[in-house]
């Protein structure tokens, strides 16, 4: 693993725990010798992941679309920022340049972020980790209604087991390292329930 993604707000959020561990994430992929890749903003949560990396020596590349330059407003001190044509195309370039893929407290944004690649995880596209850093037990609403999913049988248990939960950045690590993508195709044969 050289390189981690973090999607998370651009926001702050109303407590100041969620500003200190994106901070701590950021500084603990620092310190980890990997590169952060995240959306190139310097707003919210964003902003701060990007300056606890850069304040601990690491290497931050940012991903921004031109329409949201003005309003994200793009950080300045970032090692790469990659401007592109649209929110297709961050997404994809997020993707391809990291390893692994964690989800701080966000918003819709954030939500979208995770899930797609979860999903392109799940369709065998690609056999990278992805996790929820839970704050402040921000996740934990969201974690009981996978359960919910897998229970009611519209989520298989090996894809429920694909995402990682951890409560800090170096556990989310560790078990980004210990990974091992599902063998089980998601594709469910005809007349399998
Ligand atoms: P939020 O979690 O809503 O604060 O947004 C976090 C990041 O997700 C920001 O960089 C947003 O620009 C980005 N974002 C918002 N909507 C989308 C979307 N539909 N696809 C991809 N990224 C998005």
New binding site residues.
């Given amino acids: 693993m050289k390189s981690v993604c973090v999607?998370?707000?651009?926001?702050l959020g109303a407590a100041p725990e969620y500003s200190e561990m994106a901070r701590k994430t950021g500084e603990t992929i620092a310190k980890a010798g990997l590169t952060l890749v995240y959306?190139?903003?310097s707003v919210?949560l964003?902003g701060i992941v990007a300056d606890g990396a850069l304040e601990h020596g690491g290497k931050v590349v940012g991903v921004?679309?031109k329409h949201?330059q003005d309003?994200?407003i793009g950080h300045k001190g970032l090692s790469e920022l990659h401007i592109v044509g649209s929110?297709?195309e961050?997404?994809t370039l997020m993707a391809e340049l990291s390893d692994g893929f964690v989800a701080l407290p966000?918003?819709?944004?954030?939500?979208?972020?995770i899930f797609?690649v979860w999903t392109w995880g799940q369709l065998g596209l690609h056999n990278k980790p992805c996790g929820f850093l839970n704050v402040l037990g921000f996740y934990d609403g969201l974690i009981s209604f996978f359960d919910l999913q897998t229970s009611e049988g519209f989520m298989k248990p090996v894809m429920r087991d694909m995402v990682q939960v951890a409560d800090t950045p170096q556990s989310m690590l560790d078990k980004f390292r210990k990974y091992e993508p599902p063998a089980t195709p998601k594709w469910i044969k005809p007349g399998e329930t």
């Fill in positions: 999607f998370c707000g651009s926001s959306g190139g903003a919210g964003m921004l679309p949201l309003k994200e929110m297709h961050r997404k966000g918003g819709a944004g954030t939500m979208e972020e797609e």
